[in-house]
């Protein structure tokens, strides 16, 4: 059997601004944005290499989901960014001016930051440690 995770539905605001910090200031790659209809579209990116996870870009539709946006785990980190050069990553953070919520650090399992997305959303960028892939 073989099965992978695909997309991880990520709730924004809006289309246009979420694509931009995506791919403007984390460097992702827009993979798909196809209109479905009037309000809806379907709006794919991905950290660049990334070969099977991607995010699903979904605008809030409902006042529910509106109030979810930049918390949907309740305030825990919800994505896990890895990365294979953690020192121009991080640059990349401080230069797109993102804010950064701790301090990079050395865990057993790799070197680790924790950031902020444009709406709230936790994210730890990690450049894991010998085989903690």
Request: aromatic share 10%; hydrophobic share 40%; with cysteine.
């Amino acid at each position: 059997m073989s099965q992978h995770i695909a997309r991880i539905a990520l709730v924004v605001n809006d289309y246009d601004e979420a694509i931009e910090f995506y791919t403007k200031k984390l460097g992702f790659s827009l993979l798909e944005d196809t209109i479905l209809s009037e309000t809806k579209r379907w709006v794919v990116v991905a950290p660049k290499g990334s070969s099977e996870c991607a995010l699903l870009l979904a605008k809030a539709a409902t006042e529910e989901q509106r109030i979810r946006i930049g918390n949907q785990t309740g305030g825990r980190v919800f994505l896990f960014l890895y990365t294979d050069n953690f020192k121009r990553d991080y640059q990349n953070l401080i230069d797109q001016k993102i804010k950064i919520i701790r301090e990079p650090r050395q865990e057993s399992y790799g070197r680790v930051v924790v950031f902020v997305d444009l709406y709230g959303n936790l994210w730890d960028l990690i450049e894991p440690g010998q085989s903690k892939q």
